[in-house]
């Protein structure tokens, strides 16, 4: 019987945590009126978010593409189709490395701080004293993060997708000698803009979406203590990145399976 009461108060339990979290982030949705009326804390945020994001993105996107194009190129020599060494690292890139890896270092990088951030000013009543004074700190705290997550994300993305790229031509071609004209010529006919760029782009929306969510709720609901703003921290990124590996096969699936 104390299993069964067990059982039932965790299923309670994670009922109304669903239940809030589906709650505020559909006023998260509905204030975005509120925080376009608002566009100096949109562009801290997107400064806070994405600047300071942009050097790890950008030197990730570098050594991926380097990995990518000298892995790929192995395989491809076995099938002698090294021209095609372009489009490999494209592909892969614009479909799935540059969503999902931008994702989840910014879950790493830009969750965490968030989580942190908005824990410690409920651990220091901030968000209490706001309420007293009639300001909603969801509208003024955590509406500005959540829309600048959803902008900043795929600009991220395609600087990791650009910058991999150029990473793997400077290992395909200039350091194996892969023709440059192939690798290009090669990309550019294969790369359709809607089919691979353009769903690259709405999976690096949701990803944002729900990874800077993730992060403000955690840090919303985290327990006012140093102890309690340590474990949110640390949910951001397990939750964070199991929702993008879940979402990533979702979309996938719902998108090139035609």
Do not use: C
């Not at 270092?105 to 969750?111: E, K, T, V």
């Not at 031509?169 to 004209?181: E, F, K, R």
């Amino acid at each position: 019987m104390k299993a069964v009461a067990a059982l039932g108060l965790w299923t309670r339990q994670q009922l109304a945590a669903l239940g809030q979290a589906t709650h505020l982030f559909l006023r998260l949705l509905g204030m975005l009126p509120a925080t376009l009326a608002r566009l100096r804390l949109l562009g801290d945020q997107i400064h806070f978010l994405g600047n300071y994001s942009l050097a790890i993105i950008a030197v990730s996107g570098l050594f991926v593409g380097f990995v990518l194009s000298l892995q790929g190129y192995y395989t491809l020599q076995r099938y002698g189709s090294a021209e095609a060494l372009g489009l490999l690292v494209a592909l892969s890139l614009l479909r799935e490395l540059g969503p999902v890896v931008t994702a989840l270092l910014f879950a790493g990088r830009a969750g965490t701080a968030l989580t942190a951030e908005i824990g410690l000013m409920k651990a220091g009543e901030q968000l209490s004293a706001m309420e007293m004074m009639a300001v909603d700190p969801v509208k003024r705290i955590l509406a500005p993060r959540f829309w600048a997550g959803f902008i900043v994300m795929p600009l991220l993305a395609a600087v990791f997708s650009a910058v991999g790229v150029i990473g793997g031509w400077l290992v395909g071609v200039v350091m194996i000698g892969v023709d440059g004209g192939a690798f290009w010529g090669q990309m550019q006919s294969g790369v359709d803009w809607w089919y691979d760029l353009g769903n690259g782009v709405i999976k690096s929306v949701v990803f944002g979406v729900a990874v800077t969510f993730v992060a403000l709720y955690q840090g919303f609901t985290a327990k006012p203590t140093p102890e309690g703003v340590s474990r949110a921290t640390t949910r951001t990124v397990v939750v964070a990145s199991l929702a993008v590996l879940a979402l990533d096969f979702l979309l996938t699936a719902s998108m090139f399976s035609i």
